[in-house]
């Protein structure tokens, strides 16, 4: 295999630290234990010498290949690798959880580019999670979010009943807050931005400098899921760690569940690697494959998907919605927004003011499946108290002022008149706009001019 890096480590994460990792021709330190240098390792093979492309590039451009050139990275559908002596020297793997080369070829491929030393891939976004949170020891603090997604909020809450760990929520929005609550004890500051569902913006470079003044040995990890590394780099904003989960925007298409992370820093990377081999939660062969093919069309999915997001948000503000979306100069953080990333992404979500209107509207919408989850090439509806966030329990939803008639939209890369077409007749289905049906579309009217407001009996 040539351009696979090797990556199977195995004892005390302490101990793997001193082993070499290699990512994207980059070779890590390589000390002994007496901080001795080691040679370096040879560097894997590129026709590009050092050149940086285009991130349109990049995403389709992988490096590395296998005996046979084949220009789709091989499954390599084995747990095991043979050796060739009892002590294994010299082979790049063993044993598929601590180390696939179709994974490798994967979290080289995503290192490049989400701009990072090392990335890594495993089962789920909230596996990535876990694996963050596992370099957390009792007693320590986490600074995070009062508005986040609810599988997030519910594996800190775990830590929290479980682990002695102290998890403060705060408005992550208002620096000022952050800078009250973050000490010597504050070991972690995890961020979401825009926040799922409120798509509220928090400022990375500030709160970094602000968790890192306030202890050096902090680390600021950052879900980058809402806009994807084409969209947003948290570890150039000041992160230390990004996360990402792989089942929304990178693979798009809703066919598999993935969890990416990347950092800047070989000790934390060794250190989260030391998790995944131990806990076993590395991605799969087939599902490293299926990630990388769906990244390499990241660019043209999520442009499509953003101008499609932008016409609905003018819409739905247009008829008098509280629209919440980044791209729209209404919102409170626009300008910050703008100063962190290069687009809107493509999640938005409106308010109604009633509940049973709501679901009325998510009911109605055909084009638009009711369904969790974003980034996919399909638009989805949700009402996210009953769904996504549904693990925030209905007290604590209230506290953090999480509307219960809140629709979340995520929007896909179909035809944007389609989408609208289909939004606006369940809007008038549902009684949340005072037009008439001609007044709203025109696609959508039958052969006799009229908009078919019969054909979904939800009333
Ligand atoms: C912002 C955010 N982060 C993380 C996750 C977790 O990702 P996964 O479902 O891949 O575990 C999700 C959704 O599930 C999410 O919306
Ligand atoms: N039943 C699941 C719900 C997953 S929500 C997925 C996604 N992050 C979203 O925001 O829609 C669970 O309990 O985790």
Redesign the pocket.
């Known amino acids: 295999m040539s351009g696979f890096a090797p990556d199977r480590p195995g004892g005390d994460p302490a101990e793997e630290s001193s082993q070499s990792t290699k990512s994207l021709g980059k070779t890590f330190s390589r000390v002994d234990l007496d901080g001795h240098d080691l040679p370096p390792s040879p560097a894997p093979s590129s026709p590009r010498n050092g050149k940086r492309y285009a991130l349109a590039t990049e995403l389709v451009y992988t490096e590395g290949t296998d005996q046979y050139n084949a220009s789709s990275t091989p499954i390599y559908q084995s747990a095991t690798f043979k050796q060739t002596s009892a002590g294994g020297e010299g082979a790049e793997y063993d044993y598929t959880r601590s180390g696939n080369p179709t994974r490798t070829h994967l979290e080289r491929h995503l290192a490049k580019i989400m701009r990072a030393e090392r990335a890594l891939v495993v089962s789920?976004?909230?596996?990535?999670?876990d694996v963050i949170t596992r370099l957390l020891r009792p007693g320590d603090e986490v600074v995070t979010g009062d508005d986040?997604?609810g599988?997030?909020n519910r594996l800190l809450k775990y830590l929290a009943t479980n682990s002695g760990i102290v998890v403060h929520h705060l408005d992550t929005t208002k620096p000022e807050s952050v800078k009250r609550v973050v000490g010597p004890k504050t070991a972690m500051v995890l961020l979401?931005t825009p926040t799922?569902p409120l798509i509220k913006i928090v400022d990375i470079p500030t709160i970094a400098k602000l968790a890192h003044k306030a202890n050096p040995e902090a680390l600021v990890a950052v879900?980058n899921?809402?806009l994807s590394p084409l969209l947003q780099n948290p570890l150039e904003l000041g992160a230390d760690i990004v996360y990402?989960?792989?089942?929304?925007y990178l693979s798009g298409h809703h066919d598999l569940?993935?969890?990416v992370l990347a950092v800047n820093s070989s000790a934390i990377g060794d250190k989260l690697y030391f998790t995944i081999n131990a806990s076993g939660c590395g991605l799969a062969p087939f599902d490293s494959w299926l990630l990388m093919r769906g990244i390499k069309t990241l660019k043209v999915r999520m442009e499509q998907q953003q101008s499609n997001a932008q016409r609905i948000a003018e819409f739905l503000e247009s008829h008098g919605f509280k629209v919440r979306y980044p791209g729209l100069k209404s919102h409170a953080q626009y300008e910050l927004h703008n100063s962190m990333a290069r687009g809107a992404g493509a999640v938005l979500s409106f308010e109604t003011g009633s509940i049973q209107v709501s679901e009325r509207i998510v009911e109605a919408a055909k084009l638009w499946a009711i369904s969790?989850?974003?980034g996919c090439v399909n638009s989805l509806i949700s009402m996210p108290c009953r769904m996504?966030h549904a693990s925030i329990d209905a007290k604590t939803r209230k506290e953090r002022a999480l509307p219960e008639d809140i629709i979340r939209l995520c929007v896909g890369i179909e035809d944007a008149d389609d989408l609208i077409d289909d939004l606006s007749r369940a809007l008038v289905l549902a009684g949340a706009v005072n037009l008439t049906p001609e007044g709203l579309y025109a696609a959508e009217k039958g052969p006799a001019g009229k908009l078919d407001t019969q054909s979904n009996n939800i009333f």
Not at 124 to 129: C, D, F, K, P
């Open positions: 789920s976004g909230m596996g990535a999670l986040l997604y599988g997030t979401e799922n879900d899921t809402m990402e989960s792989g089942t929304k569940m993935a969890g969790v989850s974003f996504s």
